[in-house]
């Protein structure tokens, strides 16, 4: 077999943005990658049924049951894996219907003004009035408590950011030269909101969402902590750290979803921090001149 030339490998790399080439982005990238693929490939990676309950009760890490059992009998490395299949999808659409929704309200607020603007940004201010947390707790406990309505009371309380990040945007790029031009052609609004604005303005909105994955998938697991997103006996990160409180003293009960929340958001934290960093011409110069 041909063996391939470590001088190509070094090709290869450097090839790659050099943002993308710092070990926090390296990081990033590799927990990201493997919890998606956890997620995929959880029903062939788990070695127990999530649900079953046929295992010795709060038995500890080791051969066999390498995360321990839980108070009901359940394998917690398979919930843990399972649980990456219910919190992490929910988590990117939570997100991505954020961005969509914030961010054509926020376009519109800042290419149209006038009273457009006045209504969308005085409803974003309203959210705004409130704590994040307390808000998405009292809109589920009034829609009733499951992962769907946790999912949505998130939902209401990520938009408005969004939305007051994109106007602004749009305030900057909406009197330039190449956006005027298309208007004195004869460009509708709508055509010259959607090929001249949006496109100039998505790069910063990226950078926040993916910020934001880790936001959204704490308030997800939070709300199911206090009760009022998923309910057991689902494999949800966040229910199986509230059940590791009833059993205290069984470490791993709690240990291994706490684990798993905080390397994924860790994860998205430091793809966000490179993208940000990739995307500024700024920041991007001064790592090039740092690595040579």
């Known amino acids: 077999m041909r063996r391939r030339d470590p001088l190509a490998r070094k090709g290869l790399l450097k090839r790659l943005p050099v943002a993308w080439r710092q070990p926090l982005a390296v990081v990033g990238a590799v927990l990201a990658v493997a919890w998606l693929v956890i997620a995929l490939a959880a029903p062939v990676l788990a070695p127990h049924d999530p649900l079953a309950q046929d295992l010795p009760r709060l038995a500890a890490p080791g051969p066999g049951h390498w995360f321990g059992t839980?108070?009901?009998?359940?394998?917690?490395?398979?919930?843990?894996?399972?649980?990456a299949r219910v919190t992490i999808p929910l988590t990117l659409l939570l997100v991505a219907l954020s961005v969509l929704i914030g961010g054509l309200l926020g376009a519109c607020a800042g290419y149209f003004g006038r009273w457009v603007d006045e209504t969308i940004m005085r409803v974003a201010d309203l959210v705004f009035a409130f704590p994040t947390v307390i808000l998405a707790m009292v809109v589920a406990a009034a829609l009733g408590a499951s992962l769907a309505n946790a999912v949505l009371a998130v939902l209401v309380v990520a938009w408005p950011a969004y939305a007051r990040v994109t106007r602004g945007l749009v305030l900057g790029v909406r009197e330039r030269?190449?956006?005027?031009?298309?208007?004195?052609?004869?460009?509708?609004?709508?055509?010259?909101?959607?090929?001249?604005?949006l496109p100039n303005v998505t790069g910063p909105v990226l950078v926040l969402a993916t910020l934001d994955i880790g936001t959204a998938l704490l308030l997800l697991s939070g709300l199911s902590f206090l009760g009022l997103g998923a309910k057991p006996?689902?494999?949800e990160w966040g229910v199986m750290v509230a059940s590791g409180v009833e059993v205290f003293d069984?470490?791993?009960?709690?240990?291994?979803?706490?684990?798993a929340i905080l390397t994924v958001v860790l994860a998205f934290n430091f793809l966000g921090?490179?993208?940000?960093?990739?995307?500024?011409p700024r920041t991007a110069r001064a790592i090039k001149e740092r690595a040579l």
């Not at 030269?177 to 604005?197: I, K, N, P, Y």
Request: hydrophobic share 45%; proline share 5%; aromatic share 10%.
């Open 70 to 83: 839980d108070q009901l009998g359940r394998d917690i490395l398979s919930r843990v894996i399972h649980g």
């Open 177 to 197: 030269e190449f956006v005027l031009s298309g208007r004195l052609l004869g460009f509708s609004a709508w055509r010259s909101l959607r090929v001249d604005v």
């Open 233 to 235: 006996p689902s494999p």
């Open 250 to 259: 069984s470490w791993w009960v709690a240990t291994f979803p706490g684990l």
């Open 273 to 280: 921090d490179t993208l940000r960093d990739a995307l500024d």
